[in-house]
């Protein structure tokens, strides 16, 4: 194995998987630390793991001992995966994690890019895009554990880093990989640690790619890893050989959780022609709702596709976390999901579709899987997921803000196997 990647969520582990699969990797998707003894045998490894919210400490020891298994495995280069949208606090973890394992493998000039154009994701100037607008207008600052309201990403991420943090601007990354290379060097000569890189389309990730080909580590959203495969496929270091998804037939449910724009349009779309059941999250707070409810619920209305969701209009969940308190309205949301979801699997439900990133942390942990195999791209960012086990089960672990209107009846069809 050559290529390993570090991912501070579940969706968005799923999301560069799909990315080094679809680039011709064969690619196992490992949720949680593994064992020491654990081997693969795949061109790339994503070991996902649930510390973008988590105290900065913990998240810096898991990233570290998730990069020394990869190491022990063969790894010789490695990528620091994290969102898009760059989810992130002033005071979180993308830069102590960034600044720790460059430091573990004494790495500088380390490319720092989020950039999904595919998505509607760019940077320019060192500053954020959603679509067309910055990514403090785009809906992102009403995020309910991480907002952000500062589209300019070098000056976000300096705050959370000890060393100086480098740009490379688009007018250089558009010359191509060598002037990248060279850039890159020289900010590695003036000890910036982490370097942002502007990025409008995928030529520009391809370039980036070409140009990182030698490096130890890279840092950024899946669309960094565009040119990684190329690398290792001309060189030789990978098969090219991918497993076939065959899908998982059987019962069927879907939980959102995420509050983005797009996943609260997914809900009105679906609840139109399926039954759905809304969490309220005062209910929950009071006790008012269980896992039992919604595992009922689910059961009841098996082969209607039915959906489960929390989500809810900014203003709402903003009024429940100053009543609760933000962490203890995530926690109690988390784990009514994660135990309605493991009473479903008891009561045979092999197919999940799952959106927002902590909650499917929450579940695929209460689900006890441990890897997953990639299957074809349901929407941009999202693969079809089969488990590695005896008992199969197959699962869609969407980011908030990706997949059409119609993703969720599109996904229960892939992971059946069939077209979307």
């Known amino acids: 194995m050559y290529l390993g990647v570090i991912a501070d969520d579940f969706t968005g582990a799923s999301d560069v998987a799909n990315t080094l699969t679809k680039g011709g990797l064969s690619t196992v998707q490992l949720l949680g630390l593994p064992r020491d003894e654990m081997r693969v045998d795949y061109d790339a490894c994503v070991v996902a793991l649930k510390t973008r919210s988590i105290r900065s400490e913990e998240a810096v020891e898991q990233s570290l001992a998730a990069l020394r298994w ?4 063969g790894c010789r280069q490695h990528l620091f995966k994290y969102c898009s949208t760059f989810d992130s606090t002033p005071a979180g973890n993308i830069g102590p994690v960034g600044e720790a394992l460059a430091r573990e493998l004494n790495a500088w000039g380390v490319p720092a890019c989020p950039a999904f154009p595919t998505t509607g994701r760019t940077v320019y ?6 679509g067309d607008r910055l990514l403090s207008e785009s809906g992102m600052e009403h995020h309910p554990l991480n907002p952000m309201t500062d589209p300019d990403i070098r000056r976000w991420l300096q705050r959370q880093c000890r060393e100086p943090v480098g740009l490379i601007a688009w007018p250089t990354v558009r010359k191509g990989s060598e002037a990248i290379r060279k850039t890159l060097a020289a900010s590695s000569s003036a000890k910036e640690r982490l370097v942002i890189i502007d990025a409008v389309d995928d030529a520009d990730l391809y370039n980036i790619g070409e140009a990182a080909g030698e490096l130890p580590l890279l840092s950024g959203g899946s669309g960094i890893a565009l040119g990684l495969p ?19 037939q ?24 399926h039954p759905t059941f809304a969490v309220e999250i005062s209910e929950v707070m009071k006790g008012g709702v269980t896992a039992a409810a919604l595992a009922a619920f689910a059961n009841r209305h098996a082969g209607k596709a039915p959906l489960i969701y929390s989500s809810a209009a900014p203003d709402e969940v903003k009024k429940a976390q100053d009543k609760y308190g933000r962490e203890t309205v995530s926690a109690r949301l988390e784990d009514l999901f994660a135990q309605a979801a493991l009473e479903l699997a008891r009561n045979g439900i092999q197919r999940m579709v799952i ?30 997921l089969a488990s590695v086990g005896d008992r199969p089960m197959a699962l869609a672990l969407k980011s908030g803000n990706f997949g059409g209107p119609d993703f969720f009846t599109k996904a229960l069809r892939v992971l059946e196997g069939k077209n979307a």
């Open 70 to 73: 990869l190491r022990a495995q």
């Open 125 to 130: 100037q060192g500053h954020l895009f959603v």
């Open 230 to 248: 190329r690398n290792l496929l001309r060189k030789g270091l990978a098969t090219g050989i991918t497993k076939k998804f065959s899908g998982v």
């Open 250 to 273: 059987g019962p069927e449910v879907i939980l959102a959780g995420s509050c983005s724009r797009a996943t609260l349009g997914q809900i009105e779309t679906h609840r139109r022609d």
């Open 355 to 384: 959106a927002g990133g902590e909650t499917s942390g929450s579940v695929v942990n209460a689900l006890g899987i441990r890897a997953l195999e990639i299957g074809p791209e349901i929407d941009p960012g999202v693969p079809a």
